[in-house]
């Protein structure tokens, strides 16, 4: 007979941190949503509450998204206040490297998150969510039936091609060509299949080897402007394009912020792709696109509309996808801990 004793009613000390997460997954990719703990953010937009976090609080990004409560791959959803009238709330997503501007597998993630738990009510045969983000205003929409969320899409900031076909030159592989665009982030995309690149899984480290020394170079060699705020104005990740391993139209592999890998297809990615694909004329108003992951896993996408986005002809994408729960935390930090903030070891 065992001598343990299980102590179920244990509460930390006072002097410990405490932060209550939901974590989810969105199409292989990690979210945890940070719903009570973290503290309160100052601003009057998002971009401003995320230059209040990254100022005042990002040893607890760390310490959350970082080993040994999270990994180099992990990306987190901070639930705040809406600051705009019409919002139901608003995010500020993070990852390795720091807060994000927008995150597309976020929003989906979210979105089945707050209403999977009650935190905003589940209205059918679909209940319309709006939300601030760092990039602006997005709304989420999700599909309904007797009190079963079947599936999530959001309408996304407009989307938008900065350039075609540019050079650079990589050490090691010669010049390569690359588009520049924006879906709430800026990413370069990069045609796998011309450089001989699997985009398998086998091959993640080669796959974030190159897609950062294309990111740093890009970097180094452009300044990239966003038409309003500066604080948007970089590039966040490496996208590689290919053909589809499945029955999708192509596959996408996001290699962004500190060399993450996405395992969903990439919301903001494949959002910037219908602008791209819709610029290039390989894509009409309303035609749906489906986008793999390196997992496997998809979204589907389409132009809904034009617009204007400052001096850019832009779109609105809408991407669809799933997220699912996978458990309900309450994480610590002991303030005696030497690693209380994090590390990384890839």
Known sequence: MSNIRLKTDWQPPDSWTRIKVIDAHTAGEPLRVIIDGFPELFGSTILEQRRYAKDNFDHLRKALMWEPRGHADMYGCIITPAVNPESDFGVLFTHNEGFSTMCGHGIIGVTKVVLETGMLPMIEPKTTIKIDTPAGLVTS????????????????????????????NIPGLGIISYDLAFGGAYYAFVDADDLGLKMTEDNVQNLISIGMKIKQEIMRSREIVHPYDKDMGFLYGTIFMGKAHGSADS??????????????????????????HYEKGELEISQKMTIESIIGSSFSAKVTRL???????????????????????????????????GFVLR
């Open 141 to 168: 929409f999700a599909q309904i039936k007797k009190q079963n969320i079947h599936s999530i899409s959001f309408h996304n900031v407009p989307s938008f091609v900065v350039s075609l076909s540019d050079k650079i």
């Open 251 to 276: 596959r996408n592999v996001c290699i962004f912020a500190g060399g993450e890998v996405d395992r969903s297809p990439t919301g903001t990615g494949v959002s910037a792709r219908m602008a791209l």
């Open 307 to 341: 617009t204007k986005f400052g001096p850019y002809d832009a779109v609105i994408p809408e991407v669809s996808g799933m997220a699912y729960i996978t458990g309900k935390n309450e994480l610590l930090i002991d303030p005696e801990d030497s690693l209380k903030n």
